[in-house]
């Protein structure tokens, strides 16, 4: 009978042998908790022959349930355990197949996926006559799948905003699921939940076959994950989670951090143990990371200690702007290369997703193989694709690819048969594809005309610009893209999109700044070779926001932006909760260095095409690093984008650098940079709708 003793620290022991009642692990980031689930699954069947069926072992992911399952397998006794391992949806599911009457289903029913679940509620609109622009199909299948993740929706209940907005639309979706016998994802568990409800007896038969049940991540369930595994375990049952409330980072997209917090107080003689020796970092990585999430409010409280030696190396390295950041991260990753340091080993961290650009551009200049994680590479993502077609096509009114792409974004109401019909006109005649559309308008009628007249009217702006900055700018505006985003996206999604399709034009201004006789043509040359390789995977640099990293360790780490308003985001700065998870997830991206961390912030940054002062992050400060690096890249700036410094912070009308102001037209923003004094003084404010405007600050309102 193995001990296992020999095999874990003590921390791990007692959370591995302590199998009865409600346990709580708090296991610290590099702790091992992987290892002290398995270990407790093998425990359970090696030592205390319980059969393997009796434990229900719950993840958040496939690839870590399959994980999971082959580490158990080489741990217990016989090959054919039959352990329930999954994610909540797949258990979910399986538990339906076994009674779908009781859920009120049809045996055999199918899984409506995300794709035909768009097509769906698309075509549902459609018949219903609603107007798509308004009301797009992608915002009611996200206000739907949220309402399907509540406790209403579980009780049988109809919210009013819900009612009021979506009636028609939920009840048209909701009879299509049933006339075609299916399922969508969200329904797993919620209707899993109802037959719990429904069927003392049945969920009262699962309660008697999983006595056993563990939970991994449980920092980020929500409140439908905890009220399935209420109901399960009851409040006495055997239930073991493990998770870190440091480490909760999706309250965005539902994840309740008091579900970890509150288990103890639920869950009655409770035992918590903590697991804090930490195997990857070195001790000053973890003596950052400790100082930094001490300051979280919300916390059961822990401080890592390190299992590793002294040694490695963390810097904070202040630069001028971020082409320098760029600039000395890659030459420190060269450094690391030189080195022997796989490729592999090497993480460069960002907040936002658009920060990658400048990362992505020196790295492919200096042909350092790379590889962009849990996204694609900057110049491959839709929305930049979409701008650039335009300007592809006004480069080279030929480019039929580029045309079938820009009459599409955002939707004109023009199918693929006109689309057909230009191109062939073109091709036909010997002439361009926008000397063809301007032959064939003619042609047209009603709505498909004017759709036309709109798309032309942008290339005849684009004529007119004197700068590849101005015609990035006209594409843009003349589109509207952001406004098509907001309508088509959630808004986490068209966050992302918006701030990567501002940072397009950044790249104009840049790429001005640095050619300044250059063409539209070089630009589009520029931004074409600007791809990631296909270099294997061990040599390539990683490139990743800090959520993508989670649950992963290198051996370097370049952890960058930290500059307030960037990270933590300008929102959180005066919302204690979403700082908090600011904080939590600045502490993720400096726990995953194992060796070496650096991390860098910018003097200034460029907003929407002029470069703006920035403050050193809070978090740094925080974390109480002192000796600081030089970049040698750190030169004065151009004189042309060269900031101006205050003595003194200017406040006028009580409005100062990063206060949120209303205006009249372009309704709320941020100070970003205030000028003069008194009536006369103006503000450089960024809105949220229409990006950075100049505004005499007698016309904003300090909210």
């Known amino acids: 009978m193995p001990d296992y003793k020999d095999e874990l620290n003590k921390a791990q022991y007692e959370a591995v042998t302590t199998t009865e009642g409600p346990l709580l692990v708090l296991a610290g980031a590099g702790t091992g908790k992987t290892r002290v689930i398995t270990y407790r699954i093998a425990h ?6 319980v059969p393997s069926r009796n434990i229900l072992a719950v993840t958040f992911t496939n690839k870590a349930a399959g994980e999971m399952k082959e580490r158990i397998l080489k741990l217990v006794d016989y090959e054919d355990a039959d352990i329930w391992i999954g994610t909540f949806h797949s258990i979910c599911l399986r538990l339906l197949r076994r009674d779908p009457e009781k859920a009120g289903l049809e045996p055999g029913f199918g899984i409506l996926d995300q794709d035909d679940r768009l097509a769906t509620i698309r075509d549902i609109i459609k018949n219903l006559n609603i107007d798509h622009k308004k009301y797009p ?13 509540t406790r209403p929706y579980v009780d049988g209940k109809k919210p009013e905003e819900l009612l009021h907005m979506f009636a028609d639309v939920f009840a048209a979706y909701q009879q299509r699921l049933k006339d075609q016998k299916l399922v969508d994802f969200d329904d797993m568990l919620a209707l899993t939940i109802r037959m719990f409800k429904n069927h003392p007896d049945t969920v009262g038969y699962y309660k008697e076959l999983f006595r056993y049940i563990l939970v991994d991540e449980y920092q980020d369930t929500n409140d439908i994950q905890f009220l399935f595994l209420h109901l399960l375990a009851g409040l006495d049952g055997n239930l073991c989670v493990v998770g870190d409330d440091d480490q909760s980072i999706y309250g965005w997209r539902g994840a309740d951090i008091r579900n970890i917090l509150e288990f103890d107080t639920i869950f009655k003689g409770t035992k918590i143990i903590r ?7 070195r001790p000053q990585i973890l003596q950052a990371a400790n100082k930094l999430i001490r300051n979280n409010k919300l916390r059961k409280g822990k401080d890592l ?3 590793r030696d002294e040694g490695g190396l963390v810097q904070v390295l202040p630069v001028s702007r971020e082409t320098d950041e760029a600039e000395f991260v890659i030459d420190q990753v060269n450094k690391y290369l030189e080195e022997g340091v796989k490729g592999s080993e090497i993480a460069i961290l960002y907040r936002t997703n658009g920060q990658s650009r400048n990362f992505e551009v020196l790295l492919n200049r200096q042909g350092v193989a790379y590889k962009v994680i849990g996204s694609v590479g900057f110049y491959q993502r839709r929305e930049i694709k979409d701008i650039l077609s335009y300007l592809r096509l006004f480069d080279n009114p030929y480019d039929s690819v580029s045309f079938r792409r820009s009459v599409k974004a955002p939707p004109r109401g023009i199918g693929d048969t006109t689309i057909n019909k230009i191109t062939d006109y073109a091709s036909g005649n010997g002439i361009s594809i926008l000397e063809a559309v301007y032959a064939m308008n003619d042609q047209l009628r009603g709505a498909q005309k004017e759709s036309f007249r709109g798309y032309l009217k942008i290339f005849n702006e684009l004529a007119a610009c004197l700068k590849v900055s101005e015609m990035v700018k006209t594409v843009m505006d003349m589109t509207d893209y952001s406004g098509y985003v907001k309508r088509y996206e959630d808004e986490q999604e068209a966050e992302r999109r918006i701030s990567n399709i501002e940072e397009l034009y950044n790249a104009a201004v840049s790429f001005e700044n640095s050619n300044s006789d250059a063409m539209i043509t070089d630009f589009l040359a520029a931004t074409a070779i600007a791809t990631s390789s296909d270099e294997p995977a061990d040599s390539c640099v990683q490139l990743m926001t800090i959520h993508s990293a989670k649950g992963l360790e290198f051996e370097s780490v370049f952890l960058t932006g930290l500059e307030n308003g960037l990270f933590p985001l300008h929102g959180s700065l005066e919302e204690p909760d979403e700082l908090e998870e600011e904080r939590r997830l600045c502490y993720v991206g400096v726990t995953r260095a194992k060796q070496n961390l650096h991390m860098t912030y910018a003097s200034t940054r460029m907003v929407y095409g002029k470069y703006m002062p920035q403050s050193r992050s ?3 400060d925080e974390m109480g690093i002192v000796g600081f690096s030089r970049s040698r890249s750190d030169m004065p700036l151009p004189k042309a984008s060269r900031p101006t410094y205050q003595k003194k912070v200017v406040e006028v009308n009580g409005i100062k650098n990063g206060s949120k102001v209303s205006h009249d037209k ?12 008194g009536d006369s003084a103006n503000a450089d ?7 950075l ?3 005499r600050v007698t016309f904003l309102k300090a909210l």
């Open 44 to 49: 359970l069947i090696n030592n205390m022959r």
């Open 137 to 149: 199909p992608k915002k009611y299948m996200n206000t739907i799948s949220t309402y399907k993740n």
């Open 275 to 281: 697991l804090l020796e930490n195997y990857r970092s």
């Open 305 to 307: 200690v390190a299992a």
């Open 618 to 620: 809070v978090f740094l």
């Open 666 to 677: 372009f309704g709320e923003g941020m100070v970003v940079a205030i000028s003069g004094t």
């Open 685 to 691: 404010v960024f809105f949220k709708t229409s990006g």
């Open 693 to 695: 405007k100049k505004i």
